[in-house]
């Protein structure tokens, strides 16, 4: 009897708590690049990377905060510049806000551009009333001379509005206090927009006899009316529908025979912008108006049809440069650090008795392996991810992809694939992961297949090492490493080219549809928070990708070691399949050390030089040859020509994705038939290109025998 009372005391005692502790669920919403994902972190403490692009968060991402010992969850649905739900983004916003019936909306606006957010504030007002307005980077626009009386705009929309610096710290306390302010305001009905006489007649008339508790009847009686939705779950939440759907049919025939039908669309945007205007003509006081001026003469060079592109490719050569130069030390470094650590281990091995075939495995194998990977690959992703997030951050992407939106479009393809493309720089990986931002599923595996032919940091090595020893060696420093720069750069345009040709090709065959149109906004140039920027490429991506890297690599050094160590006949298994390799690879303009290189290297680029130096000298292991020089006449002296180093520089540039990326490609499409598309099309097109390259080239020394 005891017992159950105080069974029953404790189940008490819970429910009291859980009542005591249960938060709001809230709902952020905002355009992109306003800062949205800042006041998230800022709220939840969750680290999601915020970038000054549009469309960055396409997922959506819960987390918690806790206020006056209560634990709200925050919801962040997808940057949306609307809710009229023509995009994905646009869908995901309006159907949570409208079905899930969230606490409270949060609608984070720009301080600098608030007219352009109005909209967003305004359709989600017409949703609910339980509104919060935050108007975020109130630093920059008092640097830019822009008074906002914010007292003035929560009066005009009547509801709470909050001032912040969300990336300074600055506003959370009273963004806490509006939020608890708000949550507890009674639902109620009421009309935030004027529309044209006849619609605005048949949205009440539908209004007073629609029947559906906890919904604004006004904004209801609009999206039944509206000619674009046809989504049940409008219908579902009548208990009238039926008296309701015959409404709806005879509001829509008046609205037909007096016009208001075809133009249902233009009549609520015009409706939108017209009050936007008038809210903010009353709100907003701009003293100067020079920074927009700024912009704009930036904008006028960097979207300019020859200077754009002209500052795209210098701004690429000059990423590259301090990419290849700054990484050579460090690298060196840490392959100075791993030569030691398998001296030591080496050491250890013997000291302990381990087997040689363990130690081999372990000390050659593994580590060895590893080492290559790290030090290949760590400097430069540490150099050159910081570098394209200050690009992100200073809002230069944008200008990318409206630049090149033009060539995608003749590719039957999205625009926003170029933001894909520039992230393949760093990693292939990331470029997949990052066409989440492309709404067309179509289109989408368009960006998916064809960000291979954008050269990773693996691959930068391989090709390096061959422009520096074949072709830029014919000039003396400085003047060297200027032509291998801008050989590089060629070679990297090469790999874009290809990515429009196979992206029209498989437009036209395996993926045919018509290019989606999307909006595309131009953010104002800010200044990157360089601590930031570093923190974030370092964690999120750096050493993300590295640690992916690694632990496809590891395997696979055992794999190599067992090749250039198993021996059948005194010949090892190394031999044998490159000697089986090459009658193929010579028709590719290669030998079968090469190929066989490629091939082994499929875990990861960095290390197919290592396992040619490894193949050539028989040394069981893999070497570092850091002399160029040395390098180069070890090639040469294995029968390596002109055209060798030719159809090397193109097979590394085409060729099948890492198994990192491939991982990422099946992950992202959830099917085998694209993954294995995705390793055929870019190893076909690079063997017919070697094929033709080779079979010119020695036609040219017939022709004309040096």
């Known amino acids: ?66 206020h006056h010992d209560c634990i709200h969850e925050m919801i962040d649905l997808p940057g949306t510049y609307s809710l009229l739900a023509h995009s994905s983004e646009e869908e995901v916003a309006r159907n949570f806000v409208c079905f899930e019936k969230c606490d409270v909306c949060l609608v984070v606006c720009d301080a600098t551009m608030l007219e352009r957010n109005m909209n967003l504030v305004l359709q989600t007002m017409e949703i609910t009333n339980r509104v919060v307005v935050i108007v975020n980077l109130m630093d920059e626009a008092e640097k830019k001379h822009i008074h906002l009386d914010l007292d003035k705009l929560a009066n005009l929309l009547q509801v709470e509005v909050v001032g912040m610096s969300a990336r300074n710290g600055k506003g959370f306390r009273s963004l806490k206090e509006a939020i608890e302010k708000t949550a507890q305001k009674p639902l109620r009905e009421w009309c935030v927009l004027s529309y044209d006489a006849q619609l605005q007649q048949a949205i009440e008339r539908l209004a007073q006899t629609i029947h559906a508790p906890g919904w604004n009847h006004h904004f209801l009686a609009l999206k039944l009316l509206d000619p674009q939705v046809e989504d049940e779950k409008f219908y579902a939440v009548l208990t009238n529908k039926e008296e309701v759907q015959t409404m709806v049919r005879q509001e829509q025939e008046h609205l037909k025979r007096s016009g208001c039908y075809e133009q249902f669309e233009d009549i609520i945007v015009n409706a939108l912008q017209k009050k936007a205007k008038m809210i903010c003509d009353q709100c907003v006081k701009i003293e100067d108006g020079s920074y927009l001026e700024k912009d704009m003469r930036m904008d006028r060079i960097v979207t300019h049809k020859v200077w754009g592109f002209l500052c795209m490719i210098v701004l690429l050569a000059l990423i590259f440069w301090i990419t290849i130069a700054g990484a050579n030390v460090p690298s060196a470094y840490l392959s100075a650090f791993f030569v030691q650590l398998e001296a030591w281990l080496h050491q250890a091995c013997e000291q302990l008795h381990v087997a040689k075939l363990l130690e081999g495995l372990f000390v050659d194998g593994m580590v060895k392996t590893a080492g290559w990977v790290i030090a290949v690959m760590l400097p430069p992703m540490a150099i050159f991810f910081p570098l394209f997030t200050l690009l992100e951050d200073f809002g230069y992407l944008p200008r990318i992809a409206f630049n090149l939106d033009g060539f995608f479009q003749k590719a039957c393809t999205c625009g926003k694939q170029a933001l894909t493309m520039a992230m393949g720089f760093g990693c292939n990986a990331v470029g997949v992961s990052g066409a989440r931002i492309i709404d067309s599923p179509r289109e989408r595996l368009i960006a998916i297949l064809t960000n291979v032919f954008v050269p990773c940091n693996g691959r930068f090595p391989t090709l390096i090492s061959i422009i520096t020893m074949f072709f830029a060696g014919m000039f003396a420093a400085p003047w060297n490493g200027l032509f291998a720069t801008l050989l590089l750069t060629l070679v990297i345009l090469f790999g874009i080219f290809l990515t429009f040709l196979v992206s029209k090709f498989l437009s036209k065959t395996l993926l045919k549809g018509i290019p989606s149109s999307f909006s595309l906004e131009l953010p104002p140039y800010r200044r990157p928070q360089f601590g930031k920027v570093i923190l974030r490429s370092i964690f999120d991506r750096t050493l993300f990708v590295l640690g992916r890297a690694i632990s496809v690599a590891l395997p696979a050094g055992i794999i190599i070691w067992l090749f250039a160590n198993v021996e059948v006949q005194g010949i090892t298994i190394l031999a044998y399949v490159s000697g089986f390799l090459d009658p193929f690879a010579k028709l590719m303009g290669l030998d079968g050390v090469i190929l066989l290189a490629f091939l082994l290297g499929f875990p990861a680029n960095e290390i197919v030089v290592p396992i040619m130096i490894m193949a050539y000298m028989a040394s069981g292991s893999m070497n570092d040859l850091s002399n160029l020089t040395l390098l180069k006449s070890l090639f040469v002296d294995h029968g390596w020509t002109w055209i060798t180093a030719i159809c090397t520089l193109l097979f590394s540039l085409v060729h099948f994705p890492c198994a990192t990326t491939l991982l990422t490609i099946h992950k992202e499409t959830q099917s085998w038939k694209w993954t294995w598309l995705a390793f055929l099309i870019p190893t076909i097109l690079g063997i017919l290109l070697c094929m033709s390259v080779n079979a010119v080239a020695h036609l040219i020394l017939l022709i004309f025998p040096l």
């Open 1 to 66: 009897m005891l017992f159950e009372k105080l069974m029953q005391m404790n189940e008490e005692i819970n429910e009291l708590y859980e009542k005591e502790t249960k938060g709001y669920t809230i709902a952020l919403l905002g355009n992109p690049n306003v800062g949205k994902s800042t006041v998230f972190n800022g709220l939840t403490g969750m680290k999601q990377h915020t970038g000054n692009w549009p469309g960055k968060t396409v997922e959506l991402a819960s987390g918690t905060f806790t």
